[in-house]
């Protein structure tokens, strides 16, 4: 019996649990220097298609959205630390009130646009000073700032070295996945809550 009652309380607390969302990010993504100045190359051959690869897996478990005025951070990474001590997948909206109407739809994604990205691997290469460019397209099929609200959507992304002076960067990977979850608030969801 009392066996039975211990296997019914961690049942109840499996059940318990907070649902953290899911998603990915996947892809092919080749750093130079990585660690020690070894690089990182989880990169698929040539002959395979993009969307396709899924040598790099950032191992996203973690996903927040962190608003801001009219604006908001779109946080897509490993466990739920702060983004200097993560790996992670962030997508800037510049202002959010821009994407009513547009569910569904391929918004573009880059420097100059209303949605930035930004790629950050400080746990997995924590010595690297790499700065990426990111740019592609983003589909949200939900999108909500409050308590409760959803957020899903999909993209597909290139990574280009962002150190290059030139403008004609080099491609050093491109990456895509999904993202599909609950908006919660208070740590570590939002530095701080409401």
């Not at 130079?32 to 191992?59: S, Y």
């Not at 990205?117 to 983003?138: E, K, N, R």
Request: hydrophobic letters at 40%; charged letters at 25%.
């Amino acid at each position: 019996m009392k066996t039975l009652t211990l296997l019914a309380l961690a049942l109840g607390l499996a059940a318990c649990a907070e649902d953290t969302g899911d998603g990915a990010v996947i892809g092919s993504l080749f750093v130079p220097a990585c660690e020690d100045g070894t690089p990182l190359d989880k990169t698929c051959p040539e002959t395979t298609d993009p969307r396709q690869c899924e040598a790099f897996d950032l191992g996203a478990d973690f996903f927040a959205v962190e608003p801001y005025g009219d604006g908001a951070l779109l946080r897509i990474q490993r466990g739920g630390r702060i983004l200097a001590l993560t790996d992670a997948l962030v997508l800037e909206i510049s202002d959010y009130r821009l994407l009513r109407g547009q569910l569904g739809n391929r918004l573009p994604v880059g420097f100059d646009r209303n949605i930035r990205g930004a790629l950050g691997l400080f746990h997995l290469c924590p010595d690297s000073t790499q700065s990426y460019d990111i740019s592609g397209q983003v589909t949200f099929s939900a999108f909500g700032v409050h308590k409760g609200d959803r957020v899903a959507g999909t993209f597909e992304l290139e990574v280009r070295d962002g150190r290059s002076e030139t403008g004609a960067s080099r491609v050093l990977g491109v990456l895509h996945g999904d993202f599909d979850f609950i908006v919660r608030k208070g740590p570590p969801y939002q530095p701080f809550a409401d």
